[in-house]
């Protein structure tokens, strides 16, 4: 089984950064794509950045472009989302997730994903 931890969520305000991470209990999860999804209030979980198991391709949601950098750490079983210039839209729970996935297709796909943390709150104020 594995354990996701994310950290790194907090109230910001509008214009600023921060920079997710989450820590994956197994060395094995190098070898699964790792995603981060959101969820706001009153709204459905969905995409934001995914990153392949070999690190060499990453993915984002298109309104999300620009502003989100996905990126892995193998030697710290971490993947960190950076998040740019946040608006108050932004405001969500953060969601790190794991899972064998080797089709960029299925990267976007709630369902793909095997493993899931407990999220952390992100809060902006504008």
């Known amino acids: 089984q594995v354990q996701l931890v994310e950290s790194g969520g907090g109230l910001v305000q509008a214009g600023g950064s921060l920079r997710l991470s989450c820590v994956a209990s197994?060395?094995?999860?190098?070898?699964?794509?790792m995603g981060w999804f959101r969820q706001a209030p009153g709204k459905e979980r969905e995409f934001v950045a995914a990153?392949?198991?070999?690190?060499?391709?990453?993915f984002y949601a298109d309104s999300l472009k620009g502003r989100f950098t996905i990126s892995r750490d193998y030697g710290k079983n971490t993947v960190y989302l950076q998040i740019d210039s946040l608006k108050p839209e932004d405001t969500a729970v953060y969601y790190c997730?794991?899972?064998?996935?080797?089709?960029?297709?299925?990267?976007?796909?709630?369902?793909?994903?095997?493993?899931w943390g407990q999220g952390t709150q992100v809060t902006v104020s504008s």
């Open positions: 197994q060395r094995t999860t190098t070898l699964y794509a």
């Open positions: 997730t794991a899972g064998h996935i080797y089709k960029t297709d299925y990267l976007a796909r709630m369902a793909s994903y095997d493993y």
């Open positions: 990153i392949s198991w070999s690190g060499s391709n990453t």
